[in-house]
C-alpha cells in the first residue's frame, strides 16, 4: 500500500521538475521544499487531496513555464482552479498592488479550500523567515524585495481574508501564530 495516491505523486514529480533549478531566497534550499510543506500542512490539518495537490503546484504558474492548461490536463480542473486563485495576478503593477489585489482574490474566491492553500502558504513562509530571523538575524530581510514594514501587513491581510473564510479552523489559529511570532521578533 503507496503513503500516497499516483495523482499525489505525479504532482510531485511535476513540481520537483519544474523547481529543479530554483532556490527559496537568498539560501541555498531547493524551493520544491516550499511546496513540499505546504502540501504537508494541507494533508496534516485533513485538506481534500485535489487542495493537497494544488499545494505542490500552487508556484508552477506564477514561477514556472508550466501552464495552467497542463494542470487541468493532468489533475482537473479544481486544482487548475485552486492554483490559479494563489496566484498573483499580472507583474504590470506593483509589489503592493499585486499582493493586494492577490489578498482580494483569494478573498472573493469565497472557497474555503482556496483560503486553506493561502494560509498554508503564508504560514511556511513566515516560519521560515522566523527560523531565519533567529538563525541569521535581520539581515534575512534583505534577501526580499521588500521589508518587513510591507511584508508584515501582507501577512496580517492575507490572515485577515482566510479568517473570513475559514472563522475558527486550526490552521488559521497556527498562522495567527506564526504572524505574531514574526512581529515579536521584528520589534525585538
Do not use: C
Not at 503513503?3 to 537568498?26: C, N, P
Not at 502540501?39 to 513555464?65: K, N
Not at 483560503?115 to 538575524?137: C, E, F, M, P
Amino acid at each position: 500500500m503507496s503513503a500516497f495516491s499516483a495523482r499525489y505523486e505525479a504532482a510531485l514529480v511535476l513540481a520537483a521538475r519544474a523547481h529543479r533549478t530554483q532556490l527559496r531566497k537568498g539560501s541555498d534550499i531547493p524551493y520544491f521544499t516550499h511546496v513540499v510543506h505546504v502540501a504537508a500542512i494541507l494533508e496534516r490539518y485533513g485538506l481534500p487531496e485535489d487542495v493537497v495537490v494544488a499545494g505542490l503546484l500552487h508556484d508552477l504558474i506564477e514561477d514556472t513555464d508550466v501552464p495552467a492548461q497542463q494542470i487541468a490536463d493532468q489533475f482537473g480542473e479544481r486544482v487548475r482552479d485552486l492554483v490559479l486563485a494563489v496566484t498573483k495576478p499580472d507583474d504590470n503593477h506593483s509589489w503592493e498592488e499585486q499582493r493586494a489585489a492577490l489578498v482580494m482574490q483569494v478573498e472573493a474566491s469565497n472557497d474555503p479550500h482556496v483560503a486553506a492553500l493561502k494560509a498554508a502558504d503564508t504560514l511556511h513562509n513566515a516560519q521560515s523567515i522566523v527560523h531565519d530571523l533567529r538563525t541569521d538575524g535581520p539581515v534575512v530581510w534583505q534577501r526580499f524585495k521588500r521589508g518587513p514594514e510591507s511584508i508584515l501587513p501582507y501577512y496580517r491581510a492575507t490572515l485577515q481574508a482566510v479568517q473570513r473564510l475559514l472563522s475558527d479552523h486550526a490552521l488559521v489559529a497556527e498562522l495567527e501564530a506564526a504572524i505574531v511570532g514574526l512581529e515579536a521578533l521584528e520589534r525585538s
